[in-house]
């Protein structure tokens, strides 16, 4: 551990990695946060990997009209702006 003075009355504490005080509670909270993820009972199980493929195949259809829907209705709310806001209001200045 060293020391580095920052003001005439304050420094600052380098430690090296995994030394700290809190290292052993964050390093346990850590382990619960991280592994119950990659628990065999938590994975969600699709299939063999035939079935996999086939999903994989189909592509996010979904999440390509969503967007488009998105995109579109984006386009008819700033043309509906243009058309009854901006123009009938006409030039300033």
């Keep these: 551990m ?6 005439p009355t304050r420094s600052v504490v380098h430690r090296p990695a995994g030394t700290g005080p809190a290292t052993w509670a964050m390093g346990s909270l ?8 990659y628990r065999p009972e938590n994975a969600a ?8 493929e086939q999903i994989v195949a189909a592509g996010p259809r979904g999440a390509v009209a969503l967007a488009g829907l998105s995109v ?6 700033w043309f509906a702006f243009y ?8 030039a300033v200045g």
């Design 2 to 7: 060293t020391t580095t003075p920052v003001a």
């Design 30 to 37: 850590f382990e619960h946060l991280v592994s119950a993820a």
């Design 45 to 52: 199980l699709l299939g063999d990997a035939d079935e996999l």
């Design 72 to 77: 579109a209705l984006l386009l008819a709310m």
């Design 83 to 90: 058309l009854l806001i901006f123009l009938p209001r006409g």
